[in-house]
């Protein structure tokens, strides 16, 4: 079974702070995606990677930045952290890209709040 | 911009009814999914459907692709608690990223 891991599933922040969110996928994904869900209006895309070190900006990217120094690993970052990023963040990976009607596999997901 | 809207936002059912949920579009995708998610978990994929007017049975869950490749519904037959959860259409834009409804919220009533 694909198993795509996050660091943490709840986190509480003060405005300001530096903010880093992880996640792992263990299937040798060439594809990662960072979204964001917020009450109707469902997945958002905030960055997504095609390959290592490569990182393409998705819907939202504004406020965030990304890293994929592995494979395996995609991390979301907070530069700054502020009230209107509290969210739920999801990671998720799939082995093709979207437009091949692949599957994306999905992360528990991490609730942020920023106070 | 392509969008995809579902209705209902909210449905809240008895066990052992039927229901349907919609996703629509004013644009063409060249295929759409629906993922289920229950409460503290991510999105789990259900179905991929990629030819007009596929019918896909998944045990009590039908999904259909509209013949024009805008639209797709979920029918549920005779649902159960552990249906309960938000279902979300997907489909992927010109740039292979994939976008989503806002998703329906079911509950199934014991």
């Known amino acids: 079974d694909v198993k795509v891991t996050q660091s943490s599933r709840y986190l509480v922040k003060r405005t300001g702070e530096k903010v880093f969110l992880e996640c792992v996928q263990d299937?040798?994904?060439?594809?990662m995606f960072w979204y964001r869900q917020d009450p109707g209006l469902g997945l958002r895309l905030i960055y997504f990677?095609?390959?290592?070190?490569?990182?393409e900006k998705g819907d939202i990217p504004e406020g965030y930045s990304v890293s994929r120094e592995k494979k395996e690993r995609f991390s979301l970052i907070l530069e700054s952290a502020s009230t209107n990023q509290t969210s739920m963040y999801l990671c998720?990976?799939?082995?093709?890209?979207?437009?091949?009607?692949?599957?994306?596999?999905f992360g528990p997901g991490t609730r942020l709040t920023v106070l | 911009t392509q969008l995809l809207e579902q209705s209902p936002q909210f449905l809240s059912i008895q066990e052992g009814e039927n229901l349907t949920v919609y996703c629509n579009s004013s644009?063409?995708?060249?295929?759409l999914q629906w993922y289920r998610q229950e409460p503290g978990e991510g999105p789990v994929l259900l179905v991929t459907v990629v030819t007009g007017g596929e019918v896909k049975k998944l045990k009590r869950l039908t999904f259909q692709f509209g013949d024009a490749r805008k639209d797709s519904s979920l029918h549920i037959t005779a649902a159960q608690p552990g249906d309960t959860g938000l279902y979300l259409c997907a489909g992927p834009d010109s740039s292979y990223k994939l976008i989503f409804g806002s998703g329906t919220r079911l509950l199934v009533r014991p």
């Open positions: 998720a990976s799939s082995l093709l890209l979207a437009g091949t009607a692949d599957t994306q596999y």
């Open positions: 990677s095609y390959d290592v070190k490569m990182k």
């Open positions: 299937m040798d994904h060439e594809n």
């Open positions: 644009s063409v995708f060249s295929s």
